[in-house]
């Protein structure tokens, strides 16, 4: 009887699976005054999901707005960067960030690269993950912070029922509901926010303070921006 109550308790635990995540902080500049308006370019993508560069720029944007600082990729942007030829983040090297914060008229720019953005679901295991590197300049060129992390969400299913439950589902998203996800722009997006959302107690908010410098203690837990007040006082000065 006791061994039955193990094994049940086991079930229930591998059946409701984890999600979770790592962040690590490469690099980060010392009393850095952070930019007013960051346009957040097109990712380099080094995995194999198209679906990919949508959702990481959509997190990429949420996690900019949390900081404080307003994120870009409006059309007229995204029309200048493909008269400049580019289409793809790995395109981006071609040109100095100087010169692209100038074309694009923005004095921030955020640069990423997409490491892994994979999705596993045989029944029996289901492993959904995504790992990236986002890198913050200024307008003429100075790295204000770079930093990488990973979001996932792994379940191990031992139940025939829960093992047919998900098989099934996996089939009808190979039909159906991973392209529409990849139409949405949410295609592993709870992972990607997961990945995003451990960054941002590690980055400095955009307010800067009373000596001009980038405040970096503990952004608001709650993901709000403290976007108004920081715009009155960046202004006001």
Not at 155 to 170: D, M
Request: with cysteine; hydrophobic share 40%; charged share 20%.
């Amino acid at each position: 009887m006791f061994r039955k109550g193990i094994l049940a308790v086991l079930a229930v635990s591998l059946l409701s699976g984890c999600i979770g995540g790592a962040q690590k902080v490469s690099y980060l500049k010392d009393k850095a005054d952070i930019p007013n308006f960051v346009m957040v370019l097109p990712p380099a993508n080094n995995s194999t999901d198209l679906a990919a560069p949508d959702t990481t720029r959509r997190v990429a944007c949420e996690m900019m707005l949390a900081l404080g600082v307003i994120p870009f990729t409006s059309p007229s942007q995204e029309e200048q960067l493909k008269k400049m030829g580019i289409t793809d983040g790995g395109q981006l090297g071609a040109y100095k960030a100087p010169d692209l914060a100038e074309k694009l008229g923005v004095d921030g720019l955020l640069y990423s690269v997409i490491k892994n953005f994979n999705e596993i679901n045989v029944g029996v295991y289901i492993n959904r993950s995504v790992e990236a590197e986002f890198t913050l300049v200024d307008k003429l060129g100075n790295k204000l912070w770079q930093i990488e992390g990973t979001g996932f969400n792994r379940a191990v299913n031992v139940t025939p029922g829960a093992i047919l439950q998900e098989g099934a589902k996996a089939m009808a998203q190979q039909l159906v509901g991973k392209q529409l996800e990849k139409m949405l722009k949410i295609h592993l997006l709870q992972e990607a926010q997961k990945m995003t959302g451990l960054m941002i107690p590690k980055l400095p908010q955009w307010p800067v303070n009373e000596k001009g410098a980038a405040d970096v203690s503990q952004p608001d837990q709650g993901g709000n921006s403290k976007l108004g007040g920081a715009l009155f006082k960046k202004r006001s000065k």
